[in-house]
């Protein structure tokens, strides 16, 4: 078994990764607040048949957040450096949350590169989610960005919490255009609104769409094993 890390340079900000294994690739992709680590209690269900591709979001873990604006759309490019900078041609992406988004962004930015995607609790428009937790992020980006003004030592708060305020940004049309295998999985007591995650099973041709009853947004870390069970049929299905 490999394990390997490192840091690769990308529009202006160093990306953390590390490597896992030695088979297929499969990259995963953490959400908002959170670094690669997020997946120490997954990585064992992939090995070793998958060589596993951990990334530290821009502005997350172990990478620098940089002076662009965070968007899904830019740290897919910052995925794409990473596969750039280990020879991985095409991956199976898996992400939650913000990561699901970005893994969508992939498939929608360079299609040649993405085997397979499985999103969990993503979405493709801020207002995917729910009212509340939408108002939530909206009040605490204003929040964060009135202390930064200030002056007072916010860090990177007012970036992340603005992410989810304007990105993703994926619109019908583009989803339709993906020509890789989709998985969705949601739960319908998600942070994402469950007609939101039906729409984009609607849009993204032959997508596969599983939602968990009573689940919430964190359930695939909560009840691993029921996520662990579609995923591996997804896979199997495509002999992947």
Known sequence: ??????????????????????GAPLVMLHGNGGDKEDFSGLIDYFLPRYQIVLVDSRGHGRSDTGSLKLTTGLMAEDVLAVMDHLGVAEAIILGFSDGANIALEL?????????????????TDPKGMRAL????????????????????????????????????????????????????????????????????AEWIPGASLVLFKGAHHRSLFK????????????????DL
């Not at 929040?143 to 992340?160: A, D, H, T």
């Not at 739960?187 to 039906?198: E, Q, V």
Request: a positive charge; aromatic letters at 10%.
């Open 1 to 22: 078994m490999k394990d390997n890390r490192g840091q690769v340079w990308n529009r202006g900000a160093s990306i953390h990764y590390e490597t896992v294994g030695d």
């Open 107 to 123: 498939a929608v930015q360079a299609p040649e590169r993405v085997q397979a995607v499985i999103a969990v609790s993503g979405n």
């Open 133 to 200: 937790p939408y108002l939530f992020i909206k009040l605490q980006y204003r929040f964060w960005s009135f202390l930064e003004k200030l002056g007072l030592p916010v860090g990177n708060r007012p970036q992340r919490y603005g992410l989810m305020c304007w990105s993703p940004r994926l619109s019908g049309e583009e989803l339709s255009r993906i020509d890789s295998p989709v998985l969705l999985l949601a739960g319908t007591r998600d942070l994402i609104r469950t007609g939101h995650t039906r729409q984009m």
């Open 223 to 238: 009840e691993t094993d029921s996520y662990i069970r579609q995923i591996r049929g997804f896979l199997k299905e495509y």
